[in-house]
């Protein structure tokens, strides 16, 4: 089968959809503010409109850095997400003790 005869937008659409109920959690839990160096990269496109995508990173007093971001090219069914998030040294140290009590 070659995959660029199969539309995988319904398999994106729902793994973007958990993604960002994950980040919502994190929000939720972590106070964040969106770093002023991805303000332009919110929501981006290839100069032919072919590959898009989203790119958005935030940091706060308990979190280094969070990146929720996609790239997508519809046309050729590529698709990549994250969402990675690196823990300031205290709140790490707090939920490793957690997680062994």
Do not use: C
Request: glycine fraction near 6%; charge should be neutral.
């Amino acid at each position: 089968m070659n995959p660029q005869n199969t539309d995988n937008s319904t398999v994106f659409d729902t793994l973007w959809a958990i993604l960002g109920e994950l980040h919502q959690k994190l929000g939720d839990r972590f106070e964040l503010y969106l770093e002023p160096a991805s303000q332009s990269l919110q929501q981006f496109s290839s100069p032919d409109g072919r590959v898009q995508g989203s790119l958005r990173a935030f940091s706060g007093a308990e979190i280094d850095w969070l990146v929720h971001s996609h790239l997508k090219n519809p046309m050729l069914n590529f698709s990549t997400m994250r969402l990675k998030v690196v823990l300031k040294g205290q709140v790490l140290k707090h939920t490793i003790m957690i997680k062994i009590l």
